[in-house]
């Protein structure tokens, strides 16, 4: 079955700093794969998604991630975190047969001044 | 200003009482979903909804009820026979059900149960 991980439930890092936020999937073939923020008490916005191609993507927000077929994992990375990044963070992966998404169980970002 | 709204933000219901919360869009879409976001959980999806009067069960329906009777509309009402319906519920439209398309979501309603 299909499953999403993000093995981090908490990160906190410092304004300015450098990001990277994990997630590993498990599906046997090519999945999609998204990111999403979440701000307190508000639904979700898409970042950014995979589908194929160039395994780098960019998204908003100065956000990217990369995919990682061997590792089995989608990394969203922002090279400086600014206060107003501090949210929840949901990784989801689907299969191309299917309209399902499947959720990770979120990171949560703390920024320190 | 297209979009999707959810009312109300916050619901309160006694136990034994049904409600229902309401999600509107403006974009246009043909698809509509309802999850249900739980504290340190991903969502899990309750019901979505391809077309007008026609929805599907997801993965956590029991206990919930919806209706399509109009493209922009798709309320979700939470029975009493759902056993543990506090949580942070969130609707969300696209323009279909396949992957490609982006889901967008509504600010979510929050309810508890007294």
């Known amino acids: 079955a299909q499953s999403v991980t993000q093995p981090d439930i908490h990160i906190t890092v410092s304004e300015g700093a450098s990001l990277e936020l994990r997630c590993n999937y498990s599906?046997?073939?090519?999945?999609?794969l998204f990111w999403y923020v979440q701000s307190p008490g508000q639904g979700l916005q898409l970042l950014l998604k995979?589908?194929?191609?160039?395994?780098l993507v960019q998204g908003i927000k100065g956000f990217e991630a990369e995919f990682k077929r061997s590792q089995s994992s989608f990394n969203l990375r922002k090279p400086s975190v600014h206060w107003s990044d501090a949210a929840e963070y949901f990784c989801?992966?689907?299969?191309?047969?299917?309209?399902?998404?499947?959720f990770g169980s979120g990171t949560r970002l703390l920024v320190r001044p | 200003d297209g979009g999707i709204t959810q009312s109300p933000k916050y619901l309160f219901r006694k136990e034994g009482q049904n409600v229902t919360l309401s999600c509107e869009q403006n974009?246009?879409?043909?698809?509509m979903y309802w999850y249900r976001q739980d504290p340190g959980q991903g969502l899990r999806l309750i019901y979505y909804?391809?077309?007008?009067?026609?929805?599907q069960k997801g993965d956590i329906a029991e206990g919930y009820s919806v209706s399509r009777e109009k493209k922009e509309s798709f309320p979700l009402t939470v029975t009493s026979a759902q056993k543990n319906p506090t949580a942070f519920y969130l609707c969300?439209?696209?323009?279909?059900?396949?992957?490609?398309?982006?889901?967008?979501f509504g600010p979510g309603t929050r309810l508890t149960v007294l």
């Open positions: 969300a439209s696209s323009t279909g059900t396949g992957l490609t398309d982006t889901q967008y």
């Open positions: 599906y046997g073939a090519t999945p999609y």
């Open positions: 995979y589908f194929s191609g160039d395994t």
């Open positions: 989801a992966v689907g299969m191309d047969s299917s309209y399902k998404l499947i």
């Open positions: 974009l246009n879409h043909d698809a």
């Open positions: 909804s391809q077309i007008v009067n026609d929805f």
